[in-house]
């Protein structure tokens, strides 16, 4: 199965949307640091105007797409509602931000933006669970899925607290991006276990582990995802206290990578079981 | 109320493609695309005892057919005949029947744009002809009819084979409607 760079791009960009909503949310940015929180939400929206984007280049007659919710029942139909949904918080977000208006409802407003980014980061998984696709119908999928876009998310997030200007006498930023670091790194623990459980689980169902080890997937899953992907960032992550602007952009940027190739290794995996070898 | 089936009888198939050749310039479908496909399965067992069967595969147009549940749309849509239809007006081509179909019986059409699936042939049917591929098929391995009318050939023909009825796949849970035949002879017979 060829491997589809739109549909890795948007699950990769919306994956990132998690990131400036959990900055948003989950600390003080809304309230305290306000040049912090306008660069997050524009880079948040940003996200999710590209996901679009990419989603929208997928399909070979996007103007059809006024009909894709004629199938609620479609796991397609309801992602693309919840997708919508978020972009929706996130605009709202920016302009609020932007405008600085009702600074009370921001944060509230993030939480909601937050719980949608997750909610549709799952349901996009979920639409490769497919009993045509046995390498793909397992539920480690969506997780694989969902803890990759939170470790790329959290070191989006940590990469805005350790680049974004600071704004006169604004203090704690430091304690902010090391808090970030520290959230980021059982998340990373978690996302390299599962990762590396699914594609080992899925080779074996579609041609063995060889493939995945010494095959037509070894390049990716050795160079991409296990080098690149996974011990390169650990090690940035685990250094991450000495110089947190570079080992963020440097951990952001490879985490970025192995996510992509978390993504575009699915295609070549999850192949239909021939017809022919029913007998 | 009818309900349109194929039937494929593998004892009779002689691997001649007629039917997809058929069907390919019956529908303007182009090279490397298929709506109904001819498989060579096997060949199996060791000199002089070896056997091969030829495998058409057009839509199973299934009951629970994984493909109407996909679309996000409603462009792959069951009729009340039974037969699975593509509405390509409301189609945006996302490619995810594609990958929801066990049988592999749908694909992209690289030239048109569009999602290419068996539709039996409506523009056939719905005049009172036969699918193409049936129309073409030599040995008579593709029949088509209303398996709701017991006087129907179809019917009759099923009636007289139902020992070597075997569903395609049946574990995806799909139910398809397009029945197969096993061959009669040997001890080879599709894994359940």
């Given amino acids: ?279 | 109320m009818t309900r349109l089936t194929l039937l494929v009888d593998i004892q009779r198939c002689i691997g001649c493609w007629a039917c997809t050749v058929a069907c390919k310039q019956e529908n303007s479908v182009p090279p490397g695309v298929f709506r109904n496909q001819l498989f060579l399965v096997g060949p199996f067992g060791e000199y002089p005892d070896v056997k091969a069967y030829f495998l058409s595969r057009p839509c199973m147009h299934c009951e629970d057919a994984a493909c109407v549940k996909a679309c996000p749309t409603g462009a792959t849509f069951q009729r009340g005949d039974g037969t699975v239809q593509i509405d390509q007006d409301k189609c945006i081509v996302c490619g995810y029947c594609a990958w929801a179909c066990p049988y592999g019986a749908r694909q992209i059409n690289p030239v048109s744009k569009r999602i290419e699936g068996c539709s039996m042939c409506s523009q056939r049917i719905d005049v009172g002809l036969d699918p193409a591929c049936v129309h073409h098929c030599m040995g008579k391995a593709l029949m088509f009819g209303d398996l709701n009318d017991p006087n129907s050939d179809i019917s009759k023909y099923l009636e007289a084979n139902k020992d070597r009825v075997f569903p395609l796949l049946e574990s995806f849970g799909t139910k398809p409607r397009t029945i197969y035949l096993a061959p009669k002879m040997g001890a080879l017979v599709p894994k359940p």
């Avoid at chain 1, 918080?89 to 939480?111: H, T």
């Avoid at chain 1, 090391?178 to 990762?195: C, N, Q």
Wanted: hydrophobic content about 65%.
């Fill in chain 1, 1 to 279: 199965m060829e491997i589809q760079w739109m549909l890795v791009l948007y699950s990769l960009f919306m994956g990132l949307s998690i990131g400036p909503f959990a900055l948003l949310a989950l600390t003080d940015a809304c309230e305290k640091r306000p040049a912090l929180c306008k660069w997050a939400s524009l880079v948040g929206l940003s996200c999710i105007i590209l996901a679009g984007i990419a989603a929208f280049a997928h399909l070979l007659k996007p103007l059809a797409a006024i009909n894709i919710f004629n199938n609620l029942a479609s796991p397609m139909a309801r992602e693309t509602v919840f997708v919508l949904l978020t972009g929706v918080v996130a605009a709202a977000l920016a302009v609020m931000n932007l405008f600085n208006w009702l600074p009370g409802l921001r944060r509230m407003l993030a939480w909601f933006g937050l719980v949608l980014a997750v909610i549709s980061v799952i349901l996009i998984a979920t639409i490769y669970l497919l009993p045509a696709r046995p390498a793909w119908n397992s539920w480690l999928l969506p997780i694989t899925l969902l803890t990759s876009s939170l470790i790329n998310g959290l070191l989006l997030a940590w990469l805005l607290v350790a680049i974004v200007p600071k704004q006169g006498d604004e203090t704690g930023l430091m304690e902010l991006a090391a808090k970030l670091r520290s959230w980021a790194l059982p998340v990373f623990a978690v996302y390299a276990i599962v990762t590396v459980v699914f594609f080992l689980m899925a080779a074996s169902q579609t041609g063995g582990i060889t493939r995945l080890l010494v095959g037509d997937l070894a390049l990716l899953f050795w160079l991409g995802l296990i080098l690149v992907g996974l011990a390169a960032p650990a090690a940035l992550i685990w250094l991450g206290k000495k110089d947190p602007k570079a080992s963020a952009l440097a951990a952001f940027l490879l985490v970025a990578i192995g996510v992509l190739v978390v993504r575009a290794m699915l295609f070549p995996i999850g192949v239909r079981i021939p017809i022919t070898s029913l007998w």
